[in-house]
T-cell receptor, first 115, second 113 residues
């Protein structure tokens, strides 16, 4: 019974390159959340998706960031033209979405480093 | 200040002692959750307490919620070295969609053997 799987665990990019972060939710979960964590800080919400739909992207920067959760395959968080300030740990969580009182299950994150 | 602030920021205790962490929040919530994060890992869900509940237990964990004061506490009894981790409270706000959570900055707990 695999949990939330994120890959890669570590990603190094140079300024201006693109970063693609993948997340496979737990089996049976159709709701995916992406969060960003800077060192020594809590997690900050970025985007909430269901299959083929973006439900809430109020935490996403307006430019360079996008997310998708296709009918088949993992959810993807894409960062174009990365800058040093994008360096952070990016966590994906999933839930069943059956009402708001469901815990979220987190992956181990992708640590993005920008050179 | 932010929704979901933990207090203290850091706590160091001896094995066997109890550890208490507090969390305050600002707006109305559906529920409040506590998570644990070991260094370099993702968050592990510990306990969820709904807005109409006042106390919940799970093993050595006890969580209280006071909605009139907009605060919660997490008590870990008989602590162990393996409890060393960061602990975060997270709130599910009434006005937000799905299960979106708003996290505090965390309490770093160190349990010395």
């Amino acid at each position: 019974n695999a949990g939330v799987m994120q890959n890669p665990r570590h990603l190094v990019r140079r300024r201006g390159q693109e970063a693609r972060l993948r997340c496979s939710p737990m089996k049976g979960h159709s709701h995916v959340y992406w969060y960003r964590q800077l060192p020594e800080e809590g997690l900050k919400f970025m985007v909430y998706l269901q299959k083929e739909n973006i439900i809430d992207e109020s935490g996403m920067p307006k430019e360079r960031f996008s997310a998708e959760f296709p009918k088949e395959g993992p959810s993807i968080l894409r960062i174009q033209q990365v800058v040093r300030g994008d360096s952070a740990a990016y966590f994906c969580a999933s839930s069943t979405g059956l009402g708001g009182n469901q815990p979220q299950h987190f992956g181990d994150g992708t640590r993005l480093s920008i050179l | 200040s932010q929704q979901g602030e933990e207090d203290p920021q850091a706590l160091s205790i001896q094995e066997g002692e109890n550890a208490t962490m507090n969390c305050s929040y600002k707006t109305s919530i559906n529920n409040l959750q506590w998570y644990r994060q070991n260094s370099g890992r993702g968050l592990v869900h510990l306990i969820l307490i709904r807005s109409n509940e006042r106390e919940k237990h799970s093993g050595r964990l006890r969580v209280t919620l006071d909605t009139s004061k907009k605060s919660s506490s997490l008590l870990i009894t008989a602590s162990r070295a393996a409890d060393t981790a960061s602990y975060f409270c997270a709130t599910k706000l009434e006005e937000t969609s799905g299960s979106r959570l708003t996290f505090g900055e965390g309490t770093q707990l160190t349990v010395n053997p």
